[in-house]
């Protein structure tokens, strides 16, 4: 079986671990990484053994099956559109976008040229999440009422182009759709900005879906410490997970119960995916179409904080 061709376009922290990953998967060939920083660049070429590109065309046109898209946010639409020229495979790292028509460009090109898109939301890969969907499927936790989740610490510099809705509450948007298996009808958010100067750096989110469920995002970049949290209430029983920790519990009239989860690096679980949907031609998941529900849901919340009203979602 011939290896598949790799590439990373983006060699920051994310970028950074994907070529990691990359060069430690048998069935992978790291043919190179780009990025306009070519210092960057050739500081992780030479510590992954592979060729760096000062321009992501140039790593495009070296015959790639697949490549990831890190840059930022956005820059997604224009590298995400010469990959698709040269019919490249690409997992986009969330989001997919910063505007829907940007997503709608994205998912139109890769539609085109009858390519995979997958989009970088890492949290559904984390082993506790995977684990926390088998157990609400089998009905353990009987009907599952509401889904809350706590992301918050302090702000990331590298953070420049969109606000902490775009770039943190994406995943719990997508995580609690994901576990519901269901999209919001209606969002409401408070939000602002105590220091980031034209972005909001903190907000509140409550997203209602149908049979009156309801998800609740806290997300903020003030609190001095990282916490990732996501709780789950149901008429049979309560669901607790740690994302760093990996650690899920669950509380039901017996008691409690720590469930035993191997603890495994979610990225390695994600790139695994993208790379088999690829090797066996499947479609990989989250797509391009939930990548782009995941923006319009956060897009829809800035709405909301800023004109003080809930917005109905139409997905």
């Known amino acids: 079986m011939n290896k598949i061709r790799v590439g990373v376009i983006g060699v920051g922290t994310m970028g950074g671990h994907h070529a990691r990953i990359y060069s430690e998967l048998e069935d992978v060939e790291m043919v190179g990484v780009a990025d306009i920083n070519e210092l960057a660049a050739a500081e992780v070429a030479a510590k992954y053994n592979t060729v760096a590109f000062g321009d992501c065309e140039r790593l495009l046109k070296c015959d790639l099956d697949a490549v990831t898209i890190a840059v930022p946010t956005s820059k997604h639409k224009e590298i995400a559109l010469k990959a698709a020229k040269w019919g490249v495979h690409m997992l986009v790292e969330k989001p997919i976008a910063d505007f829907l028509s940007s997503a709608d460009a994205i998912i139109a090109a890769v539609r085109r040229e009858n390519l995979k898109l997958m989009i970088g939301h890492i949290e559904r890969f984390n082993p506790a999440i995977i684990k926390l969907k088998e157990i609400i499927s089998t009905g353990e936790l009987g009907q599952v009422l509401s889904i809350s989740c706590r992301r918050v610490g302090p702000y990331p510099p590298r953070i420049r182009d969109v606000g902490i809705i775009t770039d943190l509450a994406v995943h719990d948007i997508d995580v609690i759709s994901h576990l519901y298996d269901k999209r919001a009808l209606k969002v409401y958010a408070i939000g602002g900005n105590s220091f980031h100067k034209n972005k909001e ?88 179409d939930e990548g782009k529900y995941a923006v319009l849901v956060a897009l829809s919340a800035i709405k909301s904080y800023t004109t003080e009203k809930s917005v109905h979602l139409y997905v």
Do not use: C, M
């Open 201 to 288: 750096d903190h907000a509140s989110i409550i997203l209602r879906y149908a049979d009156n469920k309801s998800g609740l995002v806290e997300t903020n970049w003030l609190t001095p410490h990282k916490i990732r949290q996501l709780s789950v209430t149901g008429t049979e029983g309560v669901a607790h997970v740690d994302y760093l920790e990996q650690s899920l519990e669950i509380w039901a009239e017996e008691g409690l119960r720590e469930v035993a989860i191997e603890t495994r690096e979610p990225l390695r679980n994600e790139l695994e995916h993208f790379l088999r949907a690829i090797a066996k031609d499947e479609e990989p998941s989250p797509s391009g």
